[in-house]
């Protein structure tokens, strides 16, 4: 039953760190019937050694969270459908040459889809996480502080949940949060260090997932070469899923300027190598395109960004076909990666709000569209 | 309105203490704090009082005091009958264990670490029902120790233990019995059936959590686990319990005074449950259902639904059930009993257990068997709702 005297049932996606657990603590502070819920995603098995997020430790952490707070707490198992949704397809886009975001699709599938359902299930009007973004009257925005923004992760969210979303955190820098956990006793999550890297990613080796699932013989860490632009086989690697566009690391030395990673083609099992001027793109296509607002209309100025912590750019819609948008960016912008996310934002001049913070939607990147059209940066 | 009062459905998790359970052991934390191994008048009272608990308890097994091993509980029974037997023993032409997969995880994994010693790990195969046999005469003269629990803890399945024990007895090995769920459940009596250890745990008869204890019938060899004193013989070095040794007593003896009583009444309970829910879910299965059956428990599974959400689900409505076991929670894996009886893994990840007790009312029941199938139907909604894209 849920009490009649509070703000209504929140489900809150809880991961035992401190950004979660704050949102949690103050969503309990705010009135609301806050149920708390860990999601087990993944099992590294007995071969990796414990790590911060993914451990029974964060599922405790989790759980004392909550008996602090006085409220429920459940683990919910959903490696299954995180397997599908999640890791088979970043191995997938790795095998097609591509840098892939898991957390995107996490966020699209399992927080805001699969995990959704169980709130619907329990009558829980929304779903809270420690995410830094903004809901306001069904739009979604950057959170407040700049260095923490995670609205590069979120576009894919189903336009229509964004109305049970809850962000609690989305207004307050990091500090802040870890001032309000000590503030509210929650010294088990307060201090813990912050994890950068992809959750079921062990020792930041994604490598490692894609021989766990595809073999040792995944076509992605088998050996190749290594060419230039005019297709000079300049060394070897020993597979493309270790490297992505924009990388220097990995590649041989010896030439007169600074050579990067400028696209990977799978079927030829090849990383394609150029100087800085041959990262940069003018305009960019994404595909799976979601929009959190109305679509806008070609000739529309928007800002984009490509990559997380990269800056937007002031960008024009040249194009916008079913799940499909090409923009043209009004300066250019290096190591645009297929797989990565495209994110808009809204464009226009003058002191609205919405400019640079409100999200109107993203895709999957598909390809740059360079000075140079014959730039073979479009996957197999 | 207010809330209506929780149910609990999870007998088979634990059970609350005997208020009479509490009484007798009040005095043991107060004037008769004695070690019952002192010489002196406060050793001597507590001796007196476990040596009578020893006897007590003995009788509600048709067992010899000297037969009786108080323990922390059903996972140290189990470890010390199956290892204690098994490195007891250390006999080159009898290597084998025999167990099945739908023990306990305190009997599997002391399985585990007898093979881990060298044993032959052999299990036992498994009906759809959930019932074990030895078809295949895996109980044969090379074996050392057999472990078959008595009701399985999951299911409430009755294995025909006393076939085994005799068959078990014939091959010359030692033979264990988890009676855990069985006790009060299901008659058990070390004259009749020919067990030779045999397991007990007081939190599930209204004692605390914590205590239990090891039938040890005469002439079983059994290395202890601890090392230390002489206490129960040297079978279980520590000074004793005798606060919990006292409880674990009143606890048998009171669950045994009511077994038949009880057995009708969880049986209405648990048959009325039943009905309830594959009423409203005419496609509900429940596991075991074709098996003799404890009275305590079902089992059930809804194809489609997610058994962690319902369970989720009915606690925030208020009603405690569980998923299989109790000590798999943080481990949301489909239960391995329901594997082993070739549950598809699907239909395991939906299971739900419910087992009714000392607190079950047919209140409870009715309020239950209403809300099941609603849940199920919400359940089944947002499954349906389909991916986004």
């Known amino acids: 039953m849920i009490p009649s005297d509070t703000k209504g049932r929140v489900l809150v996606a809880m991961s035992g760190g401190v950004d979660s657990s704050v949102a949690a603590a103050l969503l309990v502070e705010q009135g609301y019937d806050v149920v708390g819920a860990t999601m087990k995603l993944f099992c590294y098995g007995d071969d990796v050694p414990d790590r911060p997020c993914c451990s029974l430790d964060s599922i405790n952490d989790a759980r004392r969270v909550c008996e602090r707070l006085g409220v429920p707490h459940y683990v919910l198992n959903l490696e299954d459908r995180f397997g599908h949704d999640v890791v088979r397809d970043f191995v997938d886009e790795y095998a097609r040459g591509r840098t892939p975001i898991p957390c995107v699709r996490c966020n699209t599938f399992t927080k805001f889809r699969d995990l959704l359902r169980t709130a619907d299930l329990v009558d829980a009007d929304s779903i809270a996480t420690g995410h830094y973004a903004r809901v306001r009257d069904g739009a979604l925005y950057r959170g407040l502080d700049p260095s923490k923004d995670q609205t590069y992760f979120l576009w894919g969210v189903e336009r229509r949940v964004l109305r049970r979303m809850l962000l609690p955190v989305g207004g307050l820098t990091k500090a802040e949060t870890r001032a309000v956990a000590r503030r509210l006793g929650l010294a088990v999550v307060a201090d813990k260090v912050e994890s950068q890297d992809i959750c079921f990613v062990p020792d930041g080796d994604h490598t490692k997932v894609i021989r766990r699932t595809l073999g040792d013989d995944a076509p992605s860490l088998a050996r190749g070469p290594i060419l230039t632009l005019d297709g000079r086989v300049v060394g070897e690697h020993d597979g493309h899923a270790r490297f992505t566009v924009g990388q220097r690391r990995g590649l041989p030395g010896g030439f007169a300027e600074p050579m990067y990673v400028v696209a990977i083609r799978p079927s030829e099992r090849a990383v394609v190598v150029g100087p800085r001027e041959a990262l940069l793109g003018r305009g960019v296509v994404a595909r799976e395109v979601n929009w959190l607002a109305e679509p806008p209309a070609v000739g529309a100025e928007v800002r984009v960004q490509v990559r997380h912590r990269a800056r937007a750019v002031p960008a024009t819609l040249v194009r916008a076909d079913a799940g499909e948008v090409e923009l043209a960016l009004a300066e250019p912008v290096a190591a645009i990666t297929p797989g990565q996310s495209l994110v808009l934002y809204a464009g226009g001049e003058g002191d609205d709000e919405d400019v640079g913070q409100r999200v109107l939607g993203g895709g999957v990147i598909e390809a740059a569209v360079g000075a140079r059209r014959s730039l073979p940066v479009l996957a197999a | ?389």
Not at chain 2, 39 to 56: P, Q, Y
Not at chain 2, 299 to 317: E, K
Request: glycine fraction near 10%; proline fraction near 7%.
């Open chain 2, 1 to 389: 309105m207010p809330a209506p009062p929780p149910v609990y459905l999870d007998h088979a998790a634990t059970t609350p203490v005997r208020p009479e359970v509490r009484a007798a052991m009040e005095p043991f934390y107060g004037p008769q704090f004695g070690n019952p191994s002192s010489a002196h008048r406060w050793g001597r009272a507590a001796r007196a009082a476990l040596d009578e608990a020893r006897e007590r308890l003995a009788a509600c097994l048709g067992a010899r005091p000297d037969e009786v091993a108080f323990t922390s509980g059903g996972t140290e029974s189990d470890n010390l009958a199956v290892l204690g037997a098994w490195r007891a023993r250390r006999d080159p032409s009898r290597r084998a264990v025999v167990s099945t997969p739908v023990e306990h995880k305190a009997v599997l994994a002391a399985v585990h670490c007898a093979a881990a010693e060298g044993a032959e790990a052999r299990l036992l195969p498994v009906s759809g029902d959930g019932v074990v046999g030895d078809a295949d005469g895996a109980i044969r003269g090379d074996v050392a120790v057999c472990s078959v629990m008595w009701v399985n803890n999951e299911t409430g399945v009755v294995q025909p233990v006393p076939a085994l024990a005799a068959r078990a007895r014939a091959a010359g090995a030692v033979f264990h019995t988890d009676a855990v769920q069985a006790f009060g459940k299901v008659h058990v009596d070390v004259r009749e059936t020919p067990v030779d250890l045999l397991t007990l745990s007081g939190h599930k008869l209204g004692a605390p959590k914590g205590v239990g204890a090891l039938y040890v019938r005469r002439g079983t060899a059994l290395a202890p686990l601890f090392h230390g004193g002489a206490q129960d013989r040297g079978r279980r070095p520590g000074t004793e319990n005798v606060a919990y040794a006292v409880a674990l007593t009143v606890a048998a003896e009171m669950t045994l005074a009511e077994a038949e009583a009880e057995h009708a009444r969880l049986s209405r309970l648990r048959d009325a449950l039943e009905g309830a829910i594959l009423a409203g879910v005419p496609n509900a299965v429940v596991h075991g259902a074709a098996s003799a059956r404890a009275p305590h428990v079902t089992n059930v599974s809804v194809p489609g639904v997610d058994g962690a959400a319902l369970l989720l689900a009915l606690d925030l409505h208020g009603v405690a059930a569980s998923g299989g076991s109790a000590c798999q929670t943080g481990n949301p894996e489909p239960s391995h009993v329901l594997l082993a009886m070739g549950v598809e893994p699907s239909l395991a990840a939906s299971a739900v257990r419910l087992s009714v007790g000392a607190l079950t009312t047919p209140a409870c029941v009715e309020r239950v068997g209403a809300l099941f199938p609603r849940l199920v139907e919400k359940a089944r909604a947002a499954a349906a709702a389909g991916p986004v894209w």
